[in-house]
Each structure stands twice: as C-alpha cells, then as structure tokens.
Nanobody, 124 residues
C-alpha cells in the first residue's frame, strides 16, 4: 500500500489546515488509518485515527475538539481537518495504514504502511 500525505503548509496561529492521505490500494476500505506527527527533537506521537468504515475515531488529547478525521473509501482518502492551530502543532505529519483490526490504532508500531509526511508550520 502506498500512501501520499499532502496539505501541509505555513499557517498563523488560530488558522486551519486540511491534511489528506491518499492511498493506492483498491482495498483501502479495509484499512484503519492513523495520523501521527513528529516535531524536531521529539518522538513521533499519535494525533488521530479512524477505523475501516469511519464509524470509530480516536484523538489525542492535544487535538481533541480542534481536529476531525474522516474518510472517503470510494476516493481512497482520509482527511484530517485541523482548526485553531497552535505553534505547538508544528511538526511533520504522517499518515499510516494497516488492515483492520489494528491492535492499537494509537501506536505507530501497529501500522505497516506509512506516507512520506507533510510539514505543518504554525507561526505565532
């Protein structure tokens, strides 16, 4: 499975961005997808995840209430809408996928397939 993350950029604090993860796999509808981020000098951390049919979503506490993850299986895409962005949201954002059920959708090691990352920079 090849994943392509896009939508990053430079935004002012309080602004919004919509990240997209596009998949090559025609059975993408069977995959759970997670978004993770990694800031310079820090470990990769969980942001949000969605199960195969979009019914179940998970969010990190740091983004809950400000972010929404959704998916369109017909288009083989997962979207992460991020609002009220803060400077501490600055990081490279990665999408990851694996066949559902994923043991723990919040854990990077439970995903085999990763996109290349898209940089989000939030200025104060």
């Amino acid at each position: 499975v090849q994943l392509q993350a896009s939508g990053g950029g430079l935004v002012q604090a309080g602004g919004s961005l919509s990240l997209s993860c596009a998949a090559s796999e025609h059975t993408f509808g069977s995959y759970a997808v997670g978004w993770f981020r990694q800031a310079p000098g820090k470990e990769r951390e969980f942001v949000a995840a969605i199960n195969w049919n979009g019914v179940s979503t998970l969010y990190a506490g740091s983004v809950r209430g400000r972010s929404t993850i959704s998916r369109d299986n017909a288009q083989k895409k997962v979207r992460l809408q991020m609002n009220s962005l803060r400077p501490e949201d600055t990081a490279v954002y990665y999408c990851a996928a694996d066949l559902d059920p994923v043991r723990d959708r919040r854990r990077p090691r439970d995903y085999r397939y990763w996109g290349q990352g898209t940089l989000v920079t939030v200025s104060s």
